[in-house]
């Protein structure tokens, strides 16, 4: 099945824009050790969504994370130590659902995701197309570079859980995401602690929520040291298989 494309008419886009302003929207961004980085993508969200509220969930961060976080404007929830990336994020879905927020989007703290393409993650939800939206490397030739053992990893993932959940999904583990209400209230209560960007595609497939792919550009990392070390990734593609085929024989309920 391919993935679904979205062409909206004029008025259709025009519609969408003044809803995502009125939407009450919060950026996710999950830190770990980003002092390099955090303040110039908080800066750079400021720019582009003006109207948005911006939280990091510094995740036990040893460094100057919080300090920089809190001086370029963003709320800041401190955790007292490392929790990994489905702990920090289930943090900031809880922040938003007790905070009554629309929609709620999450963006790396190592200046990858380019904030220009938040718009486009919030308009197909904002026309009632989708439920969750995930920003693509793939969808559309771009200037991101990954290393070949990475790329042989997206492409085996691509595969795999274009056909668990019958719909084709090129970047399974682009962690720019957009999700509605409904979503947020879901993931406040379940989220995979551990690599969730692919295994969270299963779980919500399963629950019938609608989730499209959009074409976005991604940058190199801007500074900073990546957790995935060539140990972890063999890791993350063994657990991340087996959390795969576990998943699929599992109740929607479970």
Known sequence: MPTKSFVL?????????????EMKVLIIIPAY???????NVIRQIYAKMPDADVIVINDGSDDNTL?????????????????GIGGAMQTGYIYAK???????VQVDADGQHDP???????????????????????????NYKS??????GMIFFSFFVSILINQKFRDTTSGFRAVNRKVIHYFSDHYPVDYPEVDVLLRLKKRN????ELPVEMHKRQGGKSSITT?????YFLKVSLCLAIGILKSPGE
């Open 9 to 21: 008419t004029r008025h259709v886009l025009e519609i969408c824009e003044r809803m995502s302003n």
């Open 33 to 39: 050790n980003e002092e390099s980085t955090i303040g």
């Open 67 to 83: 300090k920089y976080a809190r001086s370029a404007g963003a709320k800041v929830i401190d955790l007292p130590y490392n929790l």
């Open 98 to 104: 007790d905070n009554d927020y629309d929609v709620a």
């Open 116 to 142: 220009a393409y938040i718009q486009d993650l919030l308009k197909p939800i904002c026309s009632h197309e989708a439920d969750v939206v995930v920003g693509s490397r793939y969808i559309s030739k771009t």
């Open 147 to 152: 290393s070949m053992p990475r790329r042989i």
């Open 209 to 212: 929520f609608k989730i499209v």
């Open 231 to 235: 140990l972890r990734s063999l890791y």
